[in-house]
């Protein structure tokens, strides 16, 4: 079957940096995708990477190693309102969008 | 960017009844269309996916004939959820791939509660 494992929740304070890991064993791999969703409202995208390395987007960044099946989402300077659950995503040889287990990120003050 | 609507937001309906969630990208079109489901602290669940001018390809363990899927045009899908039950209550979102095949957006999800 195919799975897209991440860390079920994370904390930390304003001003941090947090990691959000994800694994995935899909049928298929046309790229990795995050998306943020905040509590009642609809999945936004964050960033893409379809080819190994890191890809930079003001405070968020995410990584990809595909021979590691393996990426990250890395959010700097966190902030009160990045409080929400983030999924990252396969394109698979179906075409289609399989989403992660999620991680819920708490921000403290 | 590309908008994608969904119609009703939320909605309450009794056990037995049917009810039918809209999905339209309001600028641009779209000739694939995926419904999911997600549970409260849950992923998103893949449902089907609807292509225009054909039947609807449904996933592993989802009942074809309790979530009708109708996908008429290139910017409106709908899903039916018949016979509603408890069990049925959850949230639906709907996305839309343009034609490219390359971006998908997600409509703002529809809250499904049965009582």
């Known amino acids: 079957g195919q799975s897209l494992e991440q860390p079920s929740e994370v904390t930390a304070v304003e001003g941090a940096i947090v990691q959000i890991n994800c694994t995935y064993q899909t049928s298929g791999f046309y790229g990795l995708s995050w998306y943020q969703q905040h509590d009642g409202g609809a999945p936004t995208f964050l960033s893409y990477n379809a080819l190994d390395g890191l890809e930079e987007t003001g405070r968020f960044s995410s990584f990809l190693s595909r021979s590691d099946s393996y990426g990250y989402l890395l959010l700097q300077e966190l902030q009160m309102k990045d409080s929400a659950s983030y999924f990252c995503?396969?394109?698979?040889?179906?075409?289609?969008?399989?989403f992660g287990t999620g991680t819920r990120l708490q921000v403290f003050p | 960017g590309a908008v994608v609507s969904q119609h009703p937001s939320r909605v309450i309906c009794k056990s037995g009844t049917s009810v039918k969630i809209e999905c339209r990208s309001l600028?641009?079109?779209?000739?694939?269309m995926f419904w999911y489901r997600q549970f409260p602290k849950k992923s998103l669940m893949l449902m089907a996916t609807?292509?225009?001018?054909?039947?609807?390809?449904?996933e592993q363990g989802v009942e074809k004939d309790k979530f009708l899927i109708n996908h008429a045009s290139l910017t409106l899908s709908t899903l039916t959820v018949t016979s509603a039950h408890p069990e049925d209550s959850s949230f639906y979102i709907c996305s839309a791939r343009d034609l490219e095949g390359y971006e998908q957006y997600f409509g703002p999800g529809t809250r499904l509660t049965v009582t």
């Open positions: 995503a396969v394109r698979d040889d179906a075409d289609k969008l399989i």
């Open positions: 600028d641009f079109q779209a000739t694939t």
């Open positions: 609807s292509n225009e001018g054909s039947k609807a390809t449904y």
